[in-house]
């Protein structure tokens, strides 16, 4: 990358731009994940077992998909633009367009045309989608091979998610619903805005961040092997451990977030509480931006991970036997567990950017757009299973999708079941397997980073 030396220094343009991106990002697949299932049950009458397995085959193809573009990715030449910035610059606009599409009313038509528009839609989007995502999400690893501006990008990305998902919290419920029943047209609305907002905010990412570290060239007419590099990601346990440890925590957040709706609408009875959830998480979110770097730079990445999500885990395993119908208490309670479990968002990019260095250390390659699209495989997986198995959920408790529906006894107790058990499973497991599996502690990647310079400055100096 001849232009290195003319490119400006790392600076806190190229975070808020990060956090830009992310928010651009979340603006559509967020604002889906929180709402199509709902929209496909409540607004165009789908079964919950049919809605749930058309995520779960679509979600599967969507997460074959990534590590194909990753590959892809990585065998293209960096341009004068860059190697990444170029593709969120050119897909961000269809992935826009295709988000709207998934949300137009088509509940008049025939059931079987309707599973049809819904399945185009969504295939579409999410190849889009993950054009966009592979290579933002790999752009960190060429911003900066510092470790601590490396942190702090991983940092700020959550703060885009955060920020989304704290408006959308109190707006969503306030906008979507009239007299506690979903409103079609509102739907579509707010999804025209979240993709002119998420379109901007990519666009301006593509000028506020700035690739610095070189990426060398394959030699010319050298294929990437990518079996090869499979098998060798496959002895990574670094890599391994935050897949699963990934895996596993979204399915349980996801479980959790796709039940959330039905929670304050059935359980506790209003599904307009959910916003002063919503008003309340943003005190949490700046508290947990606030902490999250201190605490892991004095207690480590995985330390802090293990620490505060298990802490989570535990309460709501309490939860599950002694429930709760103050609705305030219970927003109390939640917001002090996401303190406790809100690092393994926070800090996840930057563990997913230490499994890049580690299997640097173990091959002498990056091959990041692989690295960064298998890691990106087992999201989509965990999204997959996740979205799918909220509506199997519904179906399996025998909720009521008619319009105006009242929920029996059995059912909104079970919804309460199903919430605090899956969080305590999800977070439960996935704390384990960050425990036994992924090696590096503090101390562990303070020697990887060290040995991984040392490697880079001798072949400098051939």
């Known amino acids: 990358m001849d232009q290195k030396k003319t490119v400006r220094p790392f600076s806190m343009k190229d975070k808020i731009g990060y956090t830009l991106g992310d928010l651009g990002c979340c603006f559509t697949e967020q604002y889906r994940a929180m709402y199509l ?9 789908v079964n919950p077992f049919h809605v749930g397995i058309l995520l779960l085959i679509t979600k599967i193809w969507d997460a074959v998909n990534d ?48 599973l049809a528009y819904m399945f185009i839609t969504y295939v579409l989007y999410e190849a889009l989608y993950t054009c966009v995502n592979v290579p933002f999400g790999t752009l960190s690893s060429v911003m900066t091979d510092d470790v601590s501006q490396r942190t702090a990008l991983s940092r700020y990305r959550s703060l885009g998610g955060t920020i989304f998902m704290t408006v959308m919290v109190m707006i969503g419920p306030l906008f979507l619903y009239v007299d506690n029943k979903p409103v079609a047209g509102r739907f579509l609305m707010l999804a025209c805005i979240c993709a002119m907002l998420g379109l901007l905010c990519l666009q301006i990412t593509c000028v506020w961040c700035k690739e610095r570290v070189e990426v060398p060239e394959r030699p010319q007419g050298e294929k990437l092997n990518y079996l090869h590099v499979l098998k060798e990601i496959s002895h990574n346990k670094a890599l391994l451990g935050v897949m699963f440890f990934s895996l596993t925590g979204m399915i349980g957040a996801s479980v959790v977030n796709g039940l959330n709706t039905y929670l304050y609408k059935d359980f506790f009875g209003n599904v307009k509480i959910q916003a002063v959830s919503g008003m309340l998480s943003v005190l949490y979110a700046v508290l947990s931006f606030a902490i999250t770097q201190p605490l892991a730079n004095k207690l480590g990445k995985k ?3 293990c620490m505060g999500a298990g802490f989570a885990a535990v309460v709501f395993g309490i939860l599950f036997f002694f429930p709760i119908h103050n609705p305030v208490a219970f927003i109390v309670i939640n917001g002090i567990c996401y303190l406790g479990a809100s690092g393994m968002q926070v800090l996840i990019w930057a563990m997913v950017n230490d499994a890049i260095d580690y299997h640097e250390l173990q091959t002498g390659e990056r091959n990041e757009g692989i690295v960064y699209s298998t890691y990106s495989f087992f999201r989509k997986l965990a999204s997959a299973i996740s979205g799918s198995l909220s509506s199997f959920v519904l179906g399996a408790i025998g909720y009521n999708v008619t319009a105006g529906a009242v929920q029996t006894a059995g059912v909104v107790n079970a919804i309460w079941k199903s919430y605090t058990g899956v969080y305590f499973l999800g977070y439960g497991i996935a704390v384990a397997i960050l425990f036994f599996v992924y090696p590096l502690t503090k101390q562990k990647t303070a020697e990887m980073l060290t040995e991984l310079k040392a490697r880079r400055a001798a072949k400098e100096s051939k």
């Open 37 to 45: 299932s709902i929209f496909y049950t409540l607004i165009l009458q």
């Open 67 to 114: 590590p194909i573009i990753g590959a892809i990715v990585d065998s293209r030449k960096a341009t004068k633009g860059g190697k990444f910035i170029p593709w969120i610059r050119a897909f961000s606009f269809p992935m826009a367009v295709l988000c709207v599409l998934g949300f137009v009313n088509v509940g008049n038509i025939n059931y079987g045309l309707r």
């Open 303 to 305: 330390e802090w991970c």
